[in-house]
């Protein structure tokens, strides 16, 4: 099946400063890319859909200034969390088009302090 | 719009039990409908998946889920469970086609902790 992989698996950062999650598709290229949020406790929610060649496609309520999502080719799609606050601590994972099984990448722990 | 409820935020059994996580879900149109486990701190494994076809799934690790259009629900079973099925259970929904294709709608989840 596809693979994606996700790096960093876990980041810790200063409130004000911007962190890069990666997101790879190992085995399949892709044109979209689909990026999720899950608060602690809590379940997932859809940020954004990355498109390869065109701009980020946000859901009703998310930032775009301060989550800003990038598909810079075929296999790489990056969500850069900029000007990160605690509040923005939260597991950030990615996810690969229907056509590779809806996959999902292991996912980022952001930690704001 | 769609939405899915897992009716049980937790459910404790002891191993080797059998087990259902229920999944009830609501839309205008018809449905992609999915299971996926969540282990502490990891991402997200698709167990089963259903698509079209057969309204009983197989899936992974000895999981099963039946798809009740009546009913709108997609409960996940196990028949025994072991220990290692400890984890978080999330029921997702998507849209077949159009503008939310891949899109996926997720419930609130289901923590199983199986006891020995």
């Known amino acids: 099946g596809a693979v994606v992989s996700q790096h960093p698996s876990w980041v810790i950062c200063k409130s004000g400063t911007s962190v890069k999650i990666e997101c790879r598709s190992l085995?399949?290229?892709?044109?979209?890319m689909f990026w999720y949020r899950q608060f602690p406790k809590q379940s997932l929610m859809l940020m954004a859909t990355?498109?390869?060649?065109?701009?980020?496609?946000?859901e009703q309520g998310v930032e775009k200034d301060k989550f800003l999502i990038n598909h810079a080719s075929l296999t790489l799609s990056t969500l850069t969390v900029t000007s990160a606050h605690p509040e923005d601590s939260s597991f950030y994972i990615c996810?690969?088009?229907?056509?590779?099984?809806?996959?999902f990448g292991s996912g980022t722990r952001l930690t704001v302090v | 719009a769609q939405s899915v409820t897992q009716l049980d935020s937790q459910v404790p059994v002891f191993e080797e039990a059998p087990v259902e996580l229920r999944c009830n879900y609501s839309?205008?149109?018809?449905?992609?409908l999915f299971w996926y486990v969540q282990y502490p701190n990891q991402g997200l494994q698709l167990l089963l998946k259903?698509?079209?076809?057969?309204?009983l799934v197989k899936g992974i690790n000895g999981f099963e889920a039946e798809f009740n259009k009546s009913q709108t629900s997609f409960h996940l079973r196990k028949p025994s469970v072991h220990i290692s099925d400890t984890a978080e259970y999330f029921c997702?929904?998507?849209?077949?086609?159009?503008?939310?294709?891949?899109?996926?709608?997720f419930g609130q989840g289901t923590i199983l902790t199986v006891h020995p």
């Open positions: 996810s690969a088009p229907p056509d590779y099984g809806y996959t």
């Open positions: 085995d399949f290229q892709a044109t979209t």
């Open positions: 990355s498109n390869e060649g065109s701009k980020a496609t946000y």
């Open positions: 839309s205008s149109v018809s449905v992609y």
């Open positions: 259903y698509l079209s076809g057969s309204t």
């Open positions: 997702a929904v998507s849209e077949p086609g159009g503008t939310s294709y891949g899109k996926l709608t």
